[in-house]
């Protein structure tokens, strides 16, 4: 179990190094339009899409928390030593790592519908 528990480890901090480190290269780039100020330090963008670019973020974070919950049920399987209650339990954590993954992908399609007709009505 200790073992189990440095891997663990490991992966949290490679985890939290890259959400620490990638936004500020992505930041260079200015895809969000922080650069995009007027005089008064209001931004010129709708409501409407930064509500759609915040959603859709979070719904990826989501998303990649789904992806690595599939993949430690996949690491409990390799790791159960043939142990029928690991291997089933592995077997619910990646059942469940699926449904999560399911529900935000709909979840994004959604939220990109609703907010593509909200821009075409305006």
Known sequence: MNKTNKI???ILAS????CLVVPAMVAAADPYGVNDVNIDGLTSKDIRSAAS???QSLLGVLGLLALVII???GFRWMTSGGSEDGITSAKKTI???IIGLAIILFAYAIVSFVFNVLGKAT
């Open 8 to 10: 663990i480890k490991v």
């Open 71 to 73: 993949l430690y049920g």
């Open 95 to 97: 059942g469940a790592g």
């Open 53 to 55: 670019g915040v959603i």
């Open 15 to 18: 985890l939290l190094l890259v």
